[in-house]
Structures are given as C-alpha cells and as structure tokens.
C-alpha cells in the first residue's frame, strides 16, 4: 500500500490550504485514515482522523473547527481542509492508514501502519 500526500506549500496565516492523500497498491477499504503532523524538533502529533466509513471524524484540540477532514472512498482519497492557518501549524503532514479492516479511529501514530512521504506546510506570520 502506498500513500502520496499532496497539496503543501507556503501560506499567509489566517489562509486555507487542501491536503489531499490518494491511496493505491492495496485495499482502501475498512481502514481508518489519519493525519498526523511534525514540526521540526518535535515529536509527531494527531491532527485528525476519520473512521472508514465517514461517520466518525476525530480532531486534536489545536485544529478543532479550523480543519476539516473528509475521504473518498470510491476514488481512494483523503483531504484535510485547513482553514484560518496559524503560524504554528508549520509543520511536515503525513497521511496514514491504519491497515485494511482496521475500522476504528485512534489517535495515536503508532497505530497506523502505512504512511505517506509527508508535504511541507508552511505558515507565515
């Protein structure tokens, strides 16, 4: 399974920008998705994640009402919609999936299994 993460790049704050994670080489099916980001010199935390079948969207607190996470799963894909950027969300974001039949949220990154290349987010004061 592999998952490229798109849609990066160097905003104002208070601006928007689109992640978007395509998935390929494997089942999508049955498998949560998260984002997860990482700023440099400091340890990767949960942004969002969503349950397979698009019920059950999940936020850390930091990105609650800024950010929206939404998936595809006909075309295989997974978007985070940010809104109203900050210049701490500067940050590497990857996308992750939890595992084909892994149907439950988590927020932890240690329970995802497969990840992306991760796309630079950048944010300017």
């Known amino acids: 399974v592999q998952l490229q993460a798109s849609g990066g790049g160097l905003v104002q704050a208070g601006g928007s920008l689109r992640l978007s994670c395509a998935v390929s080489?494997?089942?999508?099916?049955?498998?949560?998705m998260g984002w997860f980001r990482q700023a440099q010199g400091k340890e990767r935390e949960f942004v969002a994640a969503?349950?397979?079948?698009?019920?059950?969207?999940v936020y850390s607190d930091s990105v609650k009402g800024r950010f929206t996470i939404s998936r595809d799963n006909a075309k295989n894909t997974v978007d985070l919609q940010m809104n109203s950027l900050k210049p701490e969300d500067t940050a590497v974001y990857y996308c992750?999936?939890?595992?084909?039949?892994?149907?439950?949220?988590?927020?932890?990154?240690?329970?995802?299994?497969?990840w992306g290349q991760g796309t630079q987010v950048t944010v300017s004061s």
């Open positions: 969503m349950a397979w079948s698009g019920s059950t969207a």
């Open positions: 992750a999936a939890r595992g084909s039949g892994i149907t439950v949220i988590h927020r932890t990154w240690r329970s995802y299994k497969y």
């Open positions: 080489g494997g089942t999508f099916s049955g498998t949560a």
